[in-house]
């Protein structure tokens, strides 16, 4: 027989009665599924049911005696409390060698997803503004560099995830990053970049969107046009800045134009033969021709100021430029000379030879083998390319060569340094781009055109080149000949082009100046 106690045990169990078993529907809570429960309630009903439920929250957290356990078996354990006779008999049962009966113990879930519902599920459901993703907790520069290496355009998408993402992209040395990613040459990265004088007050963004907007537009097919017309023979130099435009040409003359109106300030006439390059300064522009002479001319007068005729070379003067008071120049003779312009301005006797003391002041030249077709020169580096296939670089200061670059089947027409990356355009109707610190140098060769180079241009990864086949092509210097693009064919054949941000200017055999813009 089961005994007295057996019986006097099932008589108190008979006068307390379960509804279900103790571990039946039971749950845990935790205090922030509530706080997130509130906010969306808040954002979705009002603050007036979200009262409502923080209110019942608070009434739940106060009866949560026993985490992880059920209402009713919560009841049960106050029972017992109140029964030591039940208690008693529970030990009882608890200490029985035979008895199958144990009071439920709830098992303990994996702390790592709650802490992942907590920190980020919860947060990214009910707060968008607060979310917080895996990036977010990197340190900020170790963001942005693995940011950097997207396309800008899921760089603009991401600002719209969360608030820390927003304020990353927002950061400027980001931007700046992504400019040179996009808009430096490679081997030009490594340089330090700085802000041009134009754009020293913008964001970076802004200078990253506006360099894109016309690239984009060089890569578009919507384009207005313009001329200047007034030449009468080929234009084969030309120089602009902000509201000027100058050229020469085969006429015998140099033109000052007005960028605005299109029309022409005044002609400057005196050379004996065509004008084929020139230069300009503030007021002061200088001109060079096939009459072997250079002269200087006052913009504000309009009036020649200064010549240097047989005394500059011995032959047609092909290319030249103007360096704070010093002219640069190059000949068919072979040679590159260094002029000073205050000793120009200076000479009341400009045919006369010059004196031995003269000739021990004057700089010595930089020779070729043959006619030198282009130059130029940044700090106190000159470059200088020719007919006889080269490029060679000079240190002003020494007067020393520093290097020679060849690669070209034939003559070179035009060049452009800046950096430690070279370009340059040849008769054999290529393009090479060269890398200024390595020995191999020649990085790419670019294809398209059909006629030799005459003039080119670059800014960034942006170039430009105009060519004999009648023809003017844009090019990407992070990439090869295919992704390359015929902007405009004309009537006749591009012997000069500049451009700027918003205008493109060629000169063209038939005497007139294109403009697109």
Request: hydrophobic share 30%; with cysteine.
């Amino acid at each position: 027989m089961l005994g007295p106690e057996f019986a006097k045990f099932s008589k108190q169990a008979r006068d307390y009665h379960f509804d279900s078993f103790p571990y039946e529907n039971s749950y845990e809570e935790e205090p922030y599924e509530d706080h997130y429960k509130i906010i969306a309630y808040n954002e979705k009903w009002g603050p007036k049911y979200a009262y409502d439920i923080k209110s019942q929250s608070k009434y739940n957290q106060s009866n949560r005696q026993s985490p992880g356990l059920s209402p009713r078996y919560q009841s049960s354990q106050q029972y017992q409390k109140s029964s030591p006779s039940l208690k008693s008999n529970s030990s009882y049962n608890n200490s029985g060698n035979n008895s199958n009966t144990s009071i439920y113990k709830p098992k303990k879930k994996n702390l790592n997803i709650k802490l992942i519902i907590k920190n980020l599920l919860l947060p990214n459901k009910y707060n968008p503004l607060k979310r917080t993703t895996f990036i977010s907790i990197l340190p900020i520069e170790v963001t942005m560099k693995i940011i950097s290496y997207l396309p800008f355009e899921d760089i603009v998408s991401i600002q719209y995830v969360c608030s820390d993402w927003y304020q990353i992209t927002r950061e400027e040395i980001l931007w700046k990053i992504i400019y040179q990613n996009y808009f430096q040459c490679y081997p030009n990265r490594e340089l330090f970049l700085k802000k041009s004088d134009k754009s020293k007050d913008l964001h970076w963004r802004e200078i990253f969107r506006q360099q894109h907007d016309r690239e984009q537009k060089w890569k578009g097919d919507r384009f207005k046009e313009a001329h200047l017309i007034g030449h009468t023979g080929t234009v084969w130099a030309l120089h602009l800045d902000e509201d000027r435009v100058f050229t020469g040409s085969f006429d015998k003359t140099a033109k000052v134009w007005d960028a605005k109106t299109k029309k022409c300030r005044f002609t400057l006439s005196g050379h004996y033969y065509p004008i084929q390059c020139l230069d300009a300064k503030d007021d002061i522009m200088v001109t060079g021709s096939l009459d072997n002479s250079i002269r200087l001319w006052d913009l504000g007068q309009g009036k020649s100021k200064g010549i240097l005729t047989t005394r500059a070379h011995n032959f047609d003067v092909f290319c030249l430029q103007m360096v704070d008071n010093t002219i640069i120049s190059g000949s068919s003779d072979s040679t590159v000379k260094v002029w000073n312009i205050q000793d120009i301005l200076n000479d009341n006797e400009p045919e006369a030879p010059l004196t031995p003391e003269e000739e021990d002041e004057l700089m010595d030249p930089f020779f070729h083998q043959s006619c030198v077709t282009c130059l130029q020169v940044y700090d106190n580096i000159l470059m200088s390319g020719g007919s006889d296939k080269v490029v060679r670089v000079w240190d002003l200061n020494t007067s020393q060569p520093i290097q020679v670059v060849q690669g070209h089947n034939e003559g070179i027409r035009a060049l452009q340094f800046k950096g430690n990356v070279l370009v340059t355009g040849s008769d054999d109707m290529t393009c090479k781009l060269w890398d200024l610190r390595s020995k191999s140098c020649n990085i790419s060769t670019l294809r398209g055109h059909n006629g030799a180079i005459r003039c080119l241009q670059w800014d960034g990864t942006t170039l430009i080149t105009g060519s004999n086949d009648q023809t003017v092509r844009w090019w990407n210097l992070n990439y090869d000949s295919s992704q390359s693009k015929e902007l405009f064919s004309f009537s006749s054949s591009i012997s000069c082009l500049k451009f700027t941000d918003n205008i493109l200017m060629c000169g063209l055999s038939d005497s007139k100046v294109q403009i697109i813009y």
